[in-house]
């Protein structure tokens, strides 16, 4: 397994990016963007209309 890269803040505290992602992916996008952190398509109120996965396989393969 890769060993994780923990990154200092400008006031040389510790953050470790992996976990952040981790714990708020299933959390709205700021802005107009209208996705999660996974990159899941969300519809009014936050309900999830096309997983990531969904959106990644009709991208590569169109006629599917």
Do not use: C, W
Not at 5 to 21: A, C, F, N, W
Not at 24 to 48: F, S, W, Y
Not at 49 to 62: A, F, G, Q
């Amino acid at each position: 397994m890769a060993e994780r890269t923990i990154h200092r803040s400008m006031q040389g505290k510790p953050v470790d990016m992996e976990s952040l992602v981790s714990k708020n992916e299933t959390m709205p996008a700021v802005g107009n963007a209208r996705m999660n952190a996974r990159g899941d398509e969300l519809g009014p109120g936050g309900i999830v209309i096309r997983k990531r996965e969904d959106i990644v396989n009709s991208h590569y393969n169109p006629k599917a």
